[in-house]
Protein backbone atom coordinates (compact mmCIF):
# COMPACT_ATOMS: atom_id res chain seq x y z
CA UNK A 1 0.00 0.00 0.00
CA UNK A 2 1.45 3.26 -1.01
CA UNK A 3 0.40 6.27 0.54
CA UNK A 4 1.12 9.82 -0.83
CA UNK A 5 0.69 13.40 1.44
CA UNK A 6 0.84 16.37 -0.47
CA UNK A 7 1.48 19.63 0.89
CA UNK A 8 2.90 23.29 -0.49
CA UNK A 9 -0.93 24.75 -1.64
CA UNK A 10 -1.99 28.02 -0.97
CA UNK A 11 -3.87 31.49 -1.86
CA UNK A 12 -1.11 33.50 -4.16
CA UNK A 13 -1.56 36.38 -6.43
CA UNK A 14 -1.34 35.90 -9.99
CA UNK A 15 2.80 35.97 -11.18
CA UNK A 16 3.78 34.37 -8.30
CA UNK A 17 4.82 31.17 -7.21
CA UNK A 18 4.32 28.07 -5.01
CA UNK A 19 6.10 24.57 -4.34
CA UNK A 20 4.07 21.59 -4.32
CA UNK A 21 5.21 18.26 -2.57
CA UNK A 22 4.27 15.14 -2.46
CA UNK A 23 6.08 12.55 -0.13
CA UNK A 24 5.82 8.89 -0.52
CA UNK A 25 5.45 6.23 2.16
CA UNK A 26 4.92 2.80 2.03
CA UNK A 27 5.24 0.02 -0.68
CA UNK A 28 6.71 2.19 -3.07
CA UNK A 29 9.87 1.66 -5.13
CA UNK A 30 11.65 5.34 -6.36
CA UNK A 31 12.36 2.77 -9.69
CA UNK A 32 8.66 4.08 -11.02
CA UNK A 33 7.64 7.85 -12.63
CA UNK A 34 5.45 9.71 -10.65
CA UNK A 35 3.48 12.60 -11.74
CA UNK A 36 1.03 15.70 -11.27
CA UNK A 37 -2.64 16.48 -11.71
CA UNK A 38 -5.10 18.52 -11.01
CA UNK A 39 -8.84 19.09 -11.24
CA UNK A 40 -10.52 22.12 -11.41
CA UNK A 41 -14.25 22.46 -10.21
CA UNK A 42 -16.30 20.48 -12.55
CA UNK A 43 -13.91 19.36 -14.76
CA UNK A 44 -11.92 15.86 -14.89
CA UNK A 45 -8.52 15.58 -13.28
CA UNK A 46 -6.25 16.47 -15.87
CA UNK A 47 -2.26 15.30 -16.54
CA UNK A 48 0.17 18.57 -15.27
CA UNK A 49 3.42 16.75 -15.37
CA UNK A 50 5.52 13.41 -14.54
CA UNK A 51 9.15 12.71 -14.21
CA UNK A 52 10.79 9.14 -14.42
CA UNK A 53 12.26 7.13 -11.62
CA UNK A 54 15.48 8.62 -12.03
CA UNK A 55 14.56 12.26 -13.26
CA UNK A 56 15.61 12.01 -16.51
CA UNK A 57 13.25 12.63 -17.98
CA UNK A 58 10.38 14.78 -17.84
CA UNK A 59 6.84 15.62 -19.45
CA UNK A 60 4.49 18.70 -19.15
CA UNK A 61 1.17 19.67 -20.46
CA UNK A 62 1.52 22.72 -22.59
CA UNK A 63 0.38 25.20 -20.76
CA UNK A 64 2.61 24.83 -18.15
CA UNK A 65 5.92 23.91 -20.05
CA UNK A 66 8.52 26.95 -19.30
CA UNK A 67 6.68 28.24 -15.73
CA UNK A 68 6.45 24.61 -14.01
CA UNK A 69 9.42 22.59 -12.58
CA UNK A 70 8.77 18.87 -11.59
CA UNK A 71 11.45 17.05 -9.45
CA UNK A 72 12.36 14.07 -7.23
CA UNK A 73 14.77 13.45 -4.35
CA UNK A 74 14.34 9.24 -4.34
CA UNK A 75 16.37 9.40 -0.60
CA UNK A 76 13.67 10.87 0.66
CA UNK A 77 10.94 9.45 -1.47
CA UNK A 78 9.25 13.21 -2.83
CA UNK A 79 8.62 14.26 -6.21
CA UNK A 80 8.33 18.45 -6.18
CA UNK A 81 6.21 20.80 -8.50
CA UNK A 82 7.63 24.15 -8.62
CA UNK A 83 5.37 26.71 -9.96
CA UNK A 84 6.19 29.94 -11.07
CA UNK A 85 4.20 32.95 -13.26
CA UNK A 86 1.00 31.40 -11.90
CA UNK A 87 -2.15 32.15 -13.97
CA UNK A 88 -5.62 32.23 -12.21
CA UNK A 89 -6.48 29.12 -15.04
CA UNK A 90 -3.87 27.13 -12.17
CA UNK A 91 -6.89 26.75 -9.71
CA UNK A 92 -7.52 23.46 -8.76
CA UNK A 93 -6.44 20.54 -6.51
CA UNK A 94 -3.40 18.97 -7.06
CA UNK A 95 -3.01 15.45 -7.07
CA UNK A 96 0.34 13.35 -6.48
CA UNK A 97 0.47 9.68 -8.19
CA UNK A 98 3.03 7.29 -7.91
CA UNK A 99 3.99 4.49 -9.36
CA UNK A 100 3.27 5.24 -13.09
CA UNK A 101 4.50 4.48 -15.98
CA UNK A 102 5.29 6.78 -19.16
CA UNK A 103 5.32 5.34 -22.79
CA UNK A 104 5.89 7.79 -25.59
CA UNK A 105 5.64 10.83 -23.84
CA UNK A 106 2.40 9.77 -21.72
CA UNK A 107 2.16 9.32 -18.00
CA UNK A 108 -0.16 6.41 -17.22
CA UNK A 109 -1.28 6.84 -13.64
CA UNK A 110 -1.68 3.50 -10.68
CA UNK A 111 -4.89 3.92 -8.68
CA UNK A 112 -1.61 5.47 -6.31
CA UNK A 113 -3.07 9.04 -5.37
CA UNK A 114 -2.75 11.38 -2.24
CA UNK A 115 -5.23 13.74 -0.78
CA UNK A 116 -4.97 16.82 -2.88
CA UNK A 117 -3.75 20.31 -1.97
CA UNK A 118 -5.45 22.98 -3.14
CA UNK A 119 -3.80 25.87 -5.11
CA UNK A 120 -5.89 29.33 -5.74
CA UNK A 121 -4.47 32.19 -8.29
CA UNK A 122 -6.17 35.42 -7.78
CA UNK A 123 -6.19 38.08 -10.77
Known amino acids: QVQLVESGGGLVQAGGSLRLSCAAS????????MGWFLQAPGKEREFVAA????????YYRDSVKGRFTISRDNAKNTVYLQMNSLKPEDTAVYYC????????????????WGQGTQVTVSS
Open 26 to 33: GRTSSRYA
Open 51 to 58: ISWSGGRT
Open 97 to 112: NADGTTYSGTYYPTDY
